[in-house]
Structure formats: structure tokens, C-alpha cells
């Protein structure tokens, strides 16, 4: 019979490590403090290395520990922010306001391209049952007059009709409070020398593309005319208005009376119009000319007091860049004797961005 040893038997030896870890365990008192890991090992004597420290605590035997501090936890990794993604715009939809740099011309201006538009026959009145509305996508061949407040044009065209009395293809004269017009164009089907493109009051026009009439507009008081084209207008040698003799064409044109006309960031360029009295015409107050393209006119701003009125003052022109089609050479401002401007800086030729001379003045 073959006697077989256990293989791991125990033998009395084999106790001694138990029991002398047991005893070291027992001897030492661990602390794990709360932030990081640490611990304090009562002891008062050794060698201490590796940032091992002798502190003073109360609890320890003879009032001292060994302070053992293990490396400062791994940072957490900031995470990686998501990228910043610039929204596309969706189609159709134009900057607003428009960057400085983005000169208004025909392809952003006027109707939004793909815009589906309605054809409305015959003049048409927006009154006080339309305020609040906004009217959008309508095709109209009439004149359109607004009496109400609070109303809205959007992507709309503006084509007036044959007419032999003033009119205007848009008239917010009698507005009762603020009228928009955005994303529209004014440009009349029967162009006659009676025919402007909006006489405006309480009205604030982006985006506009104004072209075929005799006046871009008549601006009346609170009119803002922003990120807009005004071109092309159309000169007859015989006006009504000015005794058979031809047409005086102005981009925008203000009268005595009115004041808040500010025209910001525009295109008013009559280089190619026959022979255009001014991009601005105005004898209105509080009048804000700034950062447009300006061109054409005898004068391409012509400021004049009326006589026997005080005189004209509150006019700012500042930032606009001119072209060079005056038909008086290099008269980018006129004014009257008795105009006054608050403020006239940084205006420049548009070509090398030259400061243009200063004002001419005389009535
Ligand atoms: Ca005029």
C-alpha cells in the first residue's frame, strides 16, 4: 500500500508570515483622509522616503505619525467641446442687417428668388381691419395705399398701373403707425412722369429693390430706408409738376416739414439714370445719411433750407462712399446757405477711398 503525502499539507512553519503580517496590521493605525489617499502610520522610528512626513497627532502613540501621501489624483480630462457650427442660412433668408460690406444690388434685393407671388388686380387700401397683418407673396398691379398700423409687406412686387395723376406704387402717408416693407420691389408697369416708387411715413424699408420711377421715393417723417437699391429711374423731358420741364429724379427726395429720415447701408447709384437731380434731395430735419453706395445727381446730396424758414439743421452724413457721376464735377454735398451739418466724417470716393472735398454751399 503506497502511503501518499497530502501535497499542501500544513506544516507548523508555514503560520509564521500569518501571524507576523497580522501583528503589523494590528500595529499600525490607518487614516484614509477624505480628500486624495492618504493614511498616518503610528510609528516612532524608521527611515521615512518618497514624501513620507513625521506629523504631530494627538491620537498617535508618543504624539507622532508618519504622514504618507500618494500622487495627486490624474485630472479629470476636460471634455472636448463640440464643434461650433455655423447655421446655414435656409434658402431665401437674407443677412439682416446686411454686413458692411455686402453692397445691395438686384439679386439681393427685391423678391426672394423661388418666392411663389399672387397676382392682385386693381388699387387696393390697407385700413385699420389689416392691422397687425403681414401681407406676403402678392404680385400687385395697382397703386396700394395704406391707412392702418402695424402692417407688413413681404416679397411682394409693386407694379402700379397707367396712370396720368401723382401716384406713388406704394403710399404710407396716412399710416396711424409703423408700416415694414421687406424682400420688395417697386417698379411700375406704365412708368409716366407722375409715378414714384413709395411716399412714405412711419415706414421702414429693407431690402428694396426701386427702379423705373420718377422718384425713387418721397420720404416723409420716420422713414428708414436700409440694405436697399434704388436705380434706373425713368426721365421724361416734360414733368407736370415742373411747369413741362423735365423730370427732377432723386433716389429719395424729403420736404420741408418732415424730420427723421435716416437711409442706411443702401445703393442709391443714378449713373445710369438720364440726367438725375440727387440721390438725396431733402429740405427735411433730423435727416441720417450713413454708410451707403452714393452716385449720380448734379450734386449727389443736395441739402436746401426753404426760404423764409429757419434754418435746416440736423443733417449727418457719415461713412457713405461716392461714385463719380456728378454732372458737377466733384459735388458730392451741396448745401444752402442756410443748411447746417451736425456731422459730416468719413466720407470717401468710392474708387480709392479717398476723402471727398468738402461741401459746396450756395443756394
Ligand atoms: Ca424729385
Known amino acids: 500500500m503506497i502511503n501518499v503525502k497530502p501535497k499542501n499539507a500544513l506544516k507548523p512553519w508555514h503560520a509564521i508570515p500569518a501571524v507576523a503580517v497580522t501583528l503589523i496590521v494590528g500595529y499600525m493605525a490607518i487614516r484614509i483622509f477624505a480628500a486624495g489617499y492618504s493614511a498616518v502610520i503610528e510609528t516612532e522610528s524608521g527611515t521615512r522616503a518618497n514624501g513620507a512626513t513625521l506629523v504631530a497627532t494627538t491620537g498617535a502613540s508618543g504624539g507622532q505619525a508618519v504622514k504618507l501621501t500618494g500622487p495627486a489624483p490624474a485630472p479629470t480630462p476636460a471634455p472636448t467641446p463640440a464643434p461650433t457650427l455655423t447655421p446655414t442660412p435656409a434658402p431665401g433668408v437674407r443677412p439682416s442687417p446686411f454686413p458692411a460690406s455686402l453692397k445691395p444690388v438686384a439679386s439681393n434685393t427685391g423678391v426672394v428668388a423661388g418666392t ?47 396712370i396720368s395723376s401723382n401716384n406713388a406704387l406704394l403710399d404710407t402717408e396716412s399710416s396711424t403707425g409703423t408700416i415694414t416693407v421687406l424682400d420688395s420691389e417697386f417698379v411700375p408697369s406704365n412708368p409716366s412722369a407722375t409715378i414714384d416708387g413709395l411716399w412714405t411715413r412711419n415706414t421702414n424699408v429693407f431690402r428694396a429693390n426701386i427702379h423705373g420711377s420718377v422718384d425713387g421715393m418721397k420720404a416723409d417723417s420716420n422713414t428708414l430706408v436700409q440694405d436697399s437699391y434704388i436705380h434706373d429711374l425713368s426721365w421724361f423731358a416734360s414733368d407736370p409738376n415742373q411747369g413741362g420741364t423735365p423730370t427732377h429724379n432723386d433716389g429719395a ?41 452714393l452716385d449720380g445727381g448734379g450734386c449727389t446730396l443736395n441739402f436746401n433750407h426753404v426760404s423764409g424758414h429757419p434754418q435746416l439743421t440736423g443733417i449727418y452724413i457719415t461713412g457713405n462712399r461716392f ?30 477711398g479717398a476723402a471727398v472735398p468738402a461741401p459746396q454751399q450756395h443756394d
Open 253 to 293: 427726395q424729403s420736404f420741408l416739414g418732415e424730420s427723421n429720415v435716416t437711409l442706411r447701408h443702401n445703393n442709391i447709384d443714378l449713373a445710369s439714370t438720364s440726367d438725375p437731380n440727387a440721390a438725396l434731395q431733402s429740405s427735411a430735419s433730423n435727416t441720417h445719411v450713413e454708410n451707403n453706395w
Open 323 to 352: 461714385g463719380r457721376h456728378q454732372s458737377f464735377s466733384g459735388c458730392v454735398i451741396l448745401i444752402s446757405t442756410q443748411t447746417v451739418l451736425s456731422q459730416n466724417s468719413a466720407n470717401v470716393w468710392d474708387d480709392t
Open 116 to 162: 411663389s407671388l399672387i397676382v392682385v388686380n386693381g388699387d387696393q387700401t390697407y385700413g385699420a381691419s389689416s392691422n397687425g397683418q403681414t401681407i406676403t407673396g402678392k404680385d400687385f398691379h395697382g397703386f396700394i395705399h395704406v391707412t392702418g398700423a402695424n402692417i407688413t409687406f413681404s416679397n411682394c412686387i409693386f407694379r402700379g398701373r397707367a
